[in-house]
């Protein structure tokens, strides 16, 4: 096992609701990363924190949002939800801050959400 | 085109059979590349790196051609637990921190 949980694993919501979704990072990992993964797709890069601040974003619009917690957990938040957005969330850490550095740049996938928005 | 392309299969190979698979990417200043593998409603787990003089980890080997900008997988002797599906990464140099996955490609190994 990654270390890495997410919270809930599943979710039913109705279109222009929101919510939240939760990670914990691998112990010693400063580094989360949310993806979406629609059905039959890769994941797809929504963003990125390291060390509490948002370190490059994908092209999700502005309900898509983010926090970093001082313990490297971190939040994705959804607002007005809309039917498209029914998919499995994944959160990812890794050391991660320094793109130069293979090493670092692995990541590993928490279990991930699966939310369906109705 | 797409950032990074990958045939989606699926692949339907015998035990013991060698498959191999191939990832194209768009951008040349790419710097960093994986495998994922991906099991059946479940998240995606690290399988390999892939480094510029090409890898291997037991019966997997991994290749980078940076001059036709795509990076192959081969799996030899293959496993009925080797059915996945098979995710290429790939990260830009500098600044941006943004991976692309592939869509993947499905390897089912049938007895």
């Known amino acids: 096992e990654t270390g890495v949980t997410q919270s809930p694993t599943h979710l039913i919501k109705t279109r222009g609701q929101q919510v939240t979704l939760r990670c914990s990072s691998q112990s010693g990992h400063n580094t989360v990363s949310w993806y979406q993964q629609a059905l039959g797709q890769g994941p797809q890069f929504i963003f990125q924190y390291y060390r509490e601040e948002e370190n490059g974003r994908g092209n999700f619009p502005p309900r898509f949002s983010g926090l970093q917690f001082p313990n490297y957990s971190s939040e994705l938040n959804v607002n007005a939800l809309e039917l498209d957005d029914s998919a499995l969330y994944l959160c990812?850490?890794?050391?991660?801050?320094?793109?130069?550095?293979?090493?670092?740049?692995?990541?590993?996938f928490g279990p991930g959400t699966r939310l369906t928005v109705l | 085109r797409k950032e990074v392309e990958q045939d989606p299969g699926p692949f339907n190979v015998p035990e013991g059979a060698t498959v191999a698979f191939n990832c194209t990417y768009s951008?040349?200043?790419?710097?960093?590349f994986f495998w994922y593998r991906q099991d059946c409603r479940k998240e995606p787990k690290l399988l390999m790196s892939?480094?510029?003089s090409g890898n291997e980890d037991g019966r997997f080997t991994a290749q980078l051609n940076r001059a036709s900008q795509y990076i192959s997988l081969l799996i030899r002797d293959s496993k009925l637990s080797d059915s996945a599906t098979y995710l290429c990464v790939v990260k830009p140099s500098g600044g941006s921190y943004i991976p692309t996955f592939g869509r993947g490609t499905s390897l089912i190994v049938h007895p």
């Open positions: 892939v480094y510029s």
């Open positions: 951008n040349s200043a790419s710097q960093s």
């Open positions: 990812a850490s890794s050391l991660g801050g320094n793109p130069l550095s293979v090493s670092t740049d692995t990541q590993y």
